[in-house]
């Protein structure tokens, strides 16, 4: 499949923490027809409105009719899925059937995360994106998975509390951490279009990657004060013997994140830009 041949882009969750990015470097990249699907009935969304104002199409389907999907598709090249929430795998399904008949050249599934194909142990939050990639792999639609680890965003959950300045290590402190940034995720998006290796491929990239003991340091020296650290290895052995004390299960998943969240073979130097550092992120969050 040449890459010329990309003109229209559709997006699925363009709304959402990370659509909304992705789309917006599309939008900024101005070399594509932009559709973003939102899910029926009509709703009113800052977002959308703004990415309207800025050029895109809004289209509002139900993800449960394939027929109406497929119709709506008809024309698109690529499409990204940024869907989140708890139908992700029976919406992203439907997706890729309606896609499939619509003649769409690449799918772009949600994943934009950790490399779950690689990790033995998969948390039952991945579980249901694993059997998606598994479908989409066996589908025969070119696609394109993007491995981007944390989003550097929503790096507090490893355990970094700003407020206290206080760290919980939920692994030891040489544990690798790869994040991305919001809008670079996006930049990233847009580019592997262009890429080779994206095709029928996994495309890793990292803004940072830095160890905890690291990451540790840059929130130290961002709020000027040295934390309080305490660690706890056990999260993980606490929750599947349900011993006590049990741990909740966004403390497990904090605690698989961490030790998932390295990522090797990383594609960065085959992209045009300088990542955000992760120290200005972090300087965004401890303000907020
Ligand atoms: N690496 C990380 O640190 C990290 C962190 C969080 C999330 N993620 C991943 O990033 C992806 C996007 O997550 P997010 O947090 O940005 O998502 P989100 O904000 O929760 O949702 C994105 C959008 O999906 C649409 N949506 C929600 N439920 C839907 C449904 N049942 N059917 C169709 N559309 C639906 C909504 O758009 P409309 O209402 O406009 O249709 C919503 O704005 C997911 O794969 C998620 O697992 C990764």
Request: proline letters at 2%.
């Amino acid at each position: 499949m040449s890459n010329s041949t990309f003109k229209v882009v559709t997006i699925a969750g363009a709304t959402g923490s990370l659509g909304y990015h992705i789309t917006d470097a599309f939008l900024n990249n101005g070399s594509y027809k932009i559709k973003i699907l939102r899910k029926k009935p009509k709703s009113e969304n800052k977002n959308a409105s703004l990415l309207a104002s800025k050029g895109a199409e809004v289209i509002y389907v139900d993800y449960n009719d394939k027929n109406d999907l497929a119709k709506t598709l008809k024309g698109t090249d690529v499409i990204v899925s940024a869907i989140g929430g708890n139908e992700l795998e029976a919406t992203q399904r439907t997706l890729l059937i309606a896609a499939k008949e619509a003649g769409v050249k690449r799918f772009i599934p949600s994943e934009f995360g950790c490399d779950i194909k690689t990790i033995n142990d998969v948390h039952l939050f991945h579980a249901s994106k694993l059997a998606f990639l598994q479908e989409l792999e066996k589908s025969g639609i070119e696609y394109t998975i993007i491995v981007t680890g944390l989003f550097q965003e929503y790096i507090g959950i490893l355990g970094f509390d700003h407020k206290n300045k206080k760290a919980t290590f939920y692994a030891d402190s040489n544990t690798k951490i790869a994040t991305t940034a919001l809008s670079d995720i996006g930049k990233y998006t847009v580019e592997s279009l262009k890429l080779p290796e994206a095709r029928n491929g996994t495309i890793r990239v990292a803004g940072s990657v830095l160890t905890l003991n690291e990451l540790l340091k840059k929130y130290e020296e961002i709020t000027g004060t040295k934390w309080e650290v305490s660690e706890d290895f056990t999260i993980r052995q606490r929750f599947k013997n349900n011993t006590a004390p049990v741990p909740t299960i966004m403390d497990d998943f904090a605690a698989y994140l961490t030790v998932n969240s390295d990522i090797k073979n990383l594609h960065n130097d085959k992209f045009s830009f300088t990542p955000i550092p992760v120290a200005e992120v972090i300087s965004t969050i401890v303000k907020t």
